[in-house]
């Protein structure tokens, strides 16, 4: 492992009740609770080791969104790749996510940003209302990879940070990602 440690900021956003407090809790202490606590808004740190380099997250976990939030601006200088997440349970929060996106990219006034899209609580298969293939379809449209998690099983949570930090890196051109895109496809965002 190499000595230098590189700073990466994950901002993961998305509608209320989406689980984003509950992912990113499972990611930093393995913990899971079911008990919703609506979130204010949060900064954590935690260290990961990708390819034998020590990267040092810094994790903001915000309030969930609705249509008519207002993103704080700070974000679009500070963050290296943000962290989109709706409910695979939960169509409006689909809708939300893609708002979510627009919402960036107009406060960024550019047009892309290194995104992860992600599909969490895959585990509810009985009240499913969004599709994988549906979701990968609009992670291809907005050229970014998809995933899908469950903090409940613990279900391609570290991969979904592993992800992030490796397309922030391709963002700042410090290493070429593998397969980053849904399906393979080499590009920058990550919705959740």
Do not use: W
Not at 4 to 31: P, Y
Not at 119 to 147: H, M
């Amino acid at each position: 492992m190499t000595a230098n440690r590189l700073d990466r900021n994950v901002v993961v956003l998305g509608g209320m009740g989406v689980g984003k407090s509950t992912a990113i809790q499972r990611f930093l202490s393995n913990e899971f609770s079911d008990t919703h606590y609506p979130t204010v808004s949060g900064t954590y740190n935690k260290k990961i080791v990708i390819n034998d380099k020590e990267y040092n997250l810094t994790i903001t976990d915000t309030a969930g969104q609705d249509e008519t939030s207002i993103l704080d601006p700070t974000f679009a200088g500070s963050t290296d790749v943000y962290v989109i997440a709706f409910s695979v349970a939960y169509r409006k929060s689909y809708d939300i996510a893609q708002v979510i996106r627009d919402k960036i990219l107009d406060i960024s006034g550019v047009e892309s940003v290194a995104m992860v899209l992600v599909g969490n609580k895959s585990d509810l298969k009985e009240e499913r209302q969004v599709s994988n293939s549906e979701a990968k379809e609009l992670a291809l449209k907005y050229k970014c990879p998809y995933i899908e998690t469950s903090a409940k099983e613990n279900s391609n949570i570290e991969e979904m940070f592993v992800k992030s930090v490796k397309i922030a890196n391709k963002a700042r051109g410090d290493e070429e990602e593998d397969g980053a895109g849904a399906d393979g496809d080499k590009s920058m965002c990550i919705v959740m």
